[in-house]
């Protein structure tokens, strides 16, 4: 047997499945009214998720700045309010510019070659805040554990006394970092984020290969 | 602008087809795949305007769907709720326990990576070598060394499986 038996096997397979009943509107329509579960439509959906997420937290923070809810009087003690609004604040404007970015790409009716490498320039975007973010949720931890109760030092101070204060903000930052260990330990921080970022990058290698590879023939 | 899309996927099915069963080998990924190059081929039906032959659009969206959109991952939760009978992609596997030659040419291109796989099917499908390098976006003198290399890839294979 050789190339030109498979070349007859191959144009016997395409009879078949041109003899093979057609498909039923009713099939075809409802198929393509579902959504796309595509990478890049996932991920697009996934990024204007996030944008709408940092968009609602961006407002609590400014409401809770221009509000005051807190009763804060002293300009220092709106610093982790400050410190959340403005890590809030690069986020979304980070996670608009590439939900702008990727709505732009389209990468169906290029050739092969150049589909591989929009889709790996997408997948790097898509990496590319990954340690921005793990940095910005750090602060926001940071902040949100200790310079939040930090911030009603004086007023618990003034109210329970110096030992009497310290200690119950020490209570307040205890319990918060309590929680945020449970937390990283059953996995919430730590464990997905870098099994799906290795799942990326796999992947990204995988396009790459696939792009030099076509590379290499030209 | 239903019905002129849908009888241009009947009439090209067998492409479908093909490609599904040359980049997966699970039923159900089969089904998942099908469906997602139905939807972006209907999303990039606006635009299709005749400027090339509708097979090497057909081509195009569902091998740049197979492999470089499809991943597993985004798979079940979202796959269409229709009853499996209402769609039977006809099963390579199936079809090469009745015929030798079907057989063997199965085993052949499983052994190939995802882009030689992509060239030998259009070349099996008798696509001339500039609709090759239109879809795949390489040269088209590299379509005939990148032919040539994967027909000897195939032959040895043909015969270390035959011997």
Wanted: overall charge neutral; aromatic content about 10%.
């Amino acid at each position: 047997m050789n190339f030109e038996d498979l070349k007859t096997a191959w144009q016997e397979y395409d009879i078949k499945l041109q003899s093979t009943q057609a498909l039923s509107d009713k099939l075809i329509v409802s198929m393509i009214k579902e959504r796309s579960a595509s990478r890049l439509s996932k991920v697009k959906r996934r990024f204007n998720f996030l944008s709408l997420y940092l968009a609602g937290w961006t407002f609590v923070g400014l409401c809770i700045l221009i509000g005051n809810p807190f009763d804060y009087s002293q300009s220092i003690e709106f610093i982790p309010i400050w410190i959340n609004f403005i890590c809030m604040l690069l986020l979304l404007f980070a996670m608009i510019n590439l939900t702008l970015n990727l709505h732009k790409t389209e990468v169906n009716q290029d050739s092969l070659h150049s589909s591989v490498n929009k889709i790996i320039a997408i997948i790097s975007e898509y990496e590319k805040p990954a340690p921005i973010l793990r940095w910005a949720l750090r602060l926001l931890i940071f902040s949100g554990t200790f310079l939040f109760p930090l911030s009603f030092l004086p007023r618990k101070i003034e109210r329970l006394g110096i030992w009497g204060g310290v200690g119950d903000m020490l209570i307040s930052i205890l319990i918060s970092a309590a929680l945020i260990y449970i937390a990283h330990k059953l996995g919430a921080f730590k464990h997905h984020q870098a099994e799906k970022f290795q799942e990326d990058l796999r992947e990204l290698d995988e396009l790459k290969s696939l792009s030099k590879e076509m590379q290499q023939q030209d | 602008m239903e019905q002129p899309f849908i009888s241009l996927i009947n009439q090209h099915r067998g492409i479908l087809y093909k490609i599904c069963n040359l980049y997966c080998d699970d039923e159900e990924d089969k089904k998942d795949l099908f469906q997602e190059i139905l939807i972006q081929l209907w999303r990039s039906f606006p635009s299709f305007r005749n400027d090339s032959k509708p097979s090497t659009w057909m081509y195009r969206v569902g091998l740049n769907t197979a492999i470089s959109n499809f991943r597993k991952e985004s798979r079940k939760p979202e796959r269409f709720s229709l009853s499996d009978k209402e769609l039977q992609i006809p099963d390579l596997e199936e079809m090469s326990l009745k015929s030798e030659r079907l057989g063997l040419l199965k085993q052949a291109v499983e052994k190939l990576n995802q882009i030689e796989k992509a060239i030998i099917m259009l070349y099996l499908d008798e696509k001339s070598y500039d609709e090759i390098s239109d879809i795949i976006g390489i040269s088209r003198t590299n379509v005939g060394v990148r032919i040539n290399r994967i027909k000897s890839k195939l032959e040895t294979i043909i015969k270390h499986t035959t011997s």
